[in-house]
């Protein structure tokens, strides 16, 4: 089955921890949002952001501190995404990340 991918051309991780940590976060990210070909509201070759700075709660939770977007709907249905997704793996939980999401339909 065809999904659209998360794709990581633009994708900006800033963190405070170690870098080991970044490209966790980022493998971590890149595996559990991921969206079926109809989900999303996007058209052929249109590209779309969501940019979103977040920290991880005790039970690996994300919190969504801010964000930037291109698209409306998009950001909600990511949000709803990201409110699904544990990340218990994350050791930094008091940190903040920025995380810009690139979507394309391909």
């Known amino acids: 089955m065809k999904k659209l991918f998360l794709l990581s051309t633009c994708i900006t991780l800033f963190l405070v921890s170690s870098a080991s ?6 493998s971590l990210l890149k595996e559990r949002v991921t969206f079926d070909k109809t989900a999303l509201p996007i058209e052929k070759n249109s590209v779309h952001f969501v940019r979103v ?11 969504i501190l801010e964000a930037n977007y291109s698209n409306g709907e998009i950001k909600e249905l990511l949000f709803k995404k990201l409110s ?7 050791s930094f939980k008091e ?4 995380y ?7």
């Open 95 to 98: 940190d903040i990340y920025y």
């Open 53 to 63: 700075s977040f920290k991880v709660d005790e039970n690996g939770l994300i919190n």
């Open 84 to 90: 699904q997704v544990n990340l218990k793996e994350i």
């Open 21 to 26: 940590s970044t490209e966790d976060l980022k």
């Open 100 to 106: 810009e999401f690139t979507f394309r339909k391909e």
